[in-house]
């Protein structure tokens, strides 16, 4: 297939792109480029004849339907969105331009290329969407696909609005589309602002280890490479309007994380005392919620797909990473809000 990847020089989404060219699919990255996307996520693929680049941002419709007049991608994978939370609590509307009004204007310009074009059978637009929409979880109970929806940051509900678009199009004008909803994700190229980065690069400054709260906050961790095998096989297996939940399987508490973090690091690059003396408890940002858990049910009985890499192996590799590529991330930390506290005007 020929895939339109937005935010494909982001996180997830170059980790979307590397995989789907390395399946032999061909892939156009739709990105804006804003302080968190990074080319660099891609130099393994970017000589390929099978990736093309379009330096556009979803808020201009023009823009995207001319991408699709030049490409003719067969199927859209949108993850292009403004991914954190605190950033959202400091500046609210470039969540609601991109992830709402950006949004919008993808489903439209897919809707008119689809209808263009006899409306394929094969087309899809798989819209790429996160647990933080269901809300805040008690100590027991899982997120299912049917899970009310309880937004608790401006962030969530800019996608948890995105998520009822994605639908409203599908319901109304027939658009084919399926959606994810994934549990917090982790790996190589991970932005440095983002809480296991964080970790990691302030452990090896010498710098506190800042930790909201009293840790208690519990995430399932889901490792970049699991995600992005898990999303090719919605696009090409899931069933039309249907919704799928995809998490690691791997419930932890911040603190407990955070800890993990500092024994690797202390086996791989040993000095005096444990980088666990670092960790710092700071002020918890405001609505945090305390514990997001996913059941993963729907995409392992319809679909045969679990998560391969543990939270332990993942970690592992992942600490790995970041001490194999310093040129990565320093390039990085010069950028707008990395290494700042954010989310506490409010």
Same mark, same amino acid.
């Given at each position: 297939?020929?895939?339109?990847?937005?935010?494909?020089?982001?996180?997830?989404?170059?980790?979307?792109?590397?995989?789907?060219?390395?399946?032999?699919?061909?892939?156009?990255?739709?990105?804006?480029?804003?302080?968190?996307?990074?080319?660099?996520?891609?130099?393994?693929?970017?000589?390929?004849?099978?990736?093309?680049?379009?330096?556009?941002?979803?808020?201009?419709?023009?823009?995207?339907?001319?991408?699709?007049?030049?490409?003719?991608?067969?199927?859209?994978?949108?993850?292009?969105?403004?991914?954190?939370?605190?950033?959202?609590?400091?500046?609210?509307?470039?969540?609601?331009?991109?992830?709402?009004?950006?949004?919008?204007?993808?489903?439209?310009?897919?809707?008119?290329?689809?209808?263009?074009?006899?409306?394929? =059978?094969?087309?899809?637009?798989?819209?790429?969407?996160?647990?933080?929409?269901?809300?805040?979880?008690?100590?027991?109970?899982?997120?299912?696909?049917?899970?009310?929806?309880?937004?608790?940051?401006?962030?969530?509900?800019?996608?948890?609005?995105? =998520?009822?678009?994605?639908?409203?199009?599908?319901?109304?004008?027939?658009?084919?589309?399926?959606?994810?909803?994934?549990?917090?994700?982790?790996?190589?190229?991970?932005?440095?602002?983002?809480?296991?980065?964080?970790?990691?690069?302030?452990?090896?400054?010498?710098?506190?280890?800042?930790?909201?709260?009293?840790?208690?906050?519990?995430?399932?961790?889901?490792?970049?490479?699991?995600?992005?095998?898990?999303?090719?096989?919605?696009?090409?297996?899931?069933?039309?309007?249907?919704?799928?939940?995809?998490?690691?399987?791997?419930?932890?508490?911040?603190?407990?994380?955070?800890?993990?973090?500092?024994?690797?690091?202390?086996?791989?690059?040993?000095?005096?005392?444990?980088?666990?003396?670092?960790?710092?408890?700071?002020?918890?940002?405001?609505?945090?919620?305390?514990?997001?858990?996913?059941?993963?049910?729907?995409?392992? =009985?319809?679909?045969?797909?679990?998560?391969?890499?543990?939270?332990?192996?993942?970690?592992?590799?992942?600490?790995?990473?970041?001490?194999?590529?310093?040129?990565?991330?320093?390039?990085?930390?010069?950028?707008?809000?990395?290494?700042?506290?954010?989310?506490?005007?409010?």
């Amino acid at each position: 297939m020929k895939l339109l990847v937005t935010g494909g020089a982001g996180f997830i989404g170059s980790a979307v792109v590397r995989l789907a060219i390395a399946r032999g699919h061909a892939v156009v990255n739709l990105d804006a480029l804003t302080y968190a996307g990074c080319l660099e996520n891609l130099s393994t693929v970017a000589d390929s004849p099978h990736y093309a680049f379009a330096h556009v941002d979803i808020r201009d419709r023009a823009a995207i339907d001319q991408v699709f007049a030049t490409h003719e991608p067969d199927a859209v994978m949108h993850l292009a969105a403004e991914s954190h939370v605190d950033r959202s609590i400091d500046g609210p509307g470039d969540f609601v331009e991109t992830n709402i009004t950006g949004t919008y204007n993808m489903l439209e310009a897919a809707r008119a290329y689809w209808v263009k074009n006899g409306k394929p =059978d094969g087309f899809r637009f798989h819209h790429i969407s996160t647990d933080e929409v269901f809300g805040s979880l008690g100590e027991t109970g899982m997120f299912t696909e049917d899970t009310p929806y309880d937004p608790r940051s401006p962030y969530s509900a800019s996608k948890a609005a995105s =998520d009822h678009l994605v639908r409203a199009w599908h319901e109304t004008y027939g658009l084919p589309v399926v959606l994810t909803n994934c549990s917090n994700n982790y790996g190589p190229y991970h932005f440095p602002e983002k809480l296991i980065p964080v970790v990691i690069l302030n452990a090896l400054a010498g710098l506190d280890i800042p930790v909201y709260g009293e840790g208690l906050n519990v995430r399932d961790w889901l490792f970049v490479e699991d995600h992005a095998d898990a999303l090719l096989l919605v696009l090409e297996q899931g069933a039309l309007g249907r919704s799928y939940n995809i998490g690691g399987e791997n419930e932890a508490r911040n603190i407990d994380l955070v800890r993990s973090i500092c024994a690797i690091l202390d086996a791989k690059r040993p000095k005096k005392g444990s980088y666990a003396d670092q960790i710092t408890f700071v002020q918890d940002r405001a609505g945090h919620d305390l514990r997001y858990a996913i059941d993963p049910r729907r995409i392992r =009985d319809e679909l045969g797909w679990r998560p391969s890499v543990t939270l332990e192996e993942g970690l592992e590799r992942t600490v790995q990473w970041y001490l194999d590529n310093e040129d990565w991330w320093r390039a990085l930390q010069a950028r707008d809000g990395v290494g700042e506290r954010l989310g506490i005007k409010a």
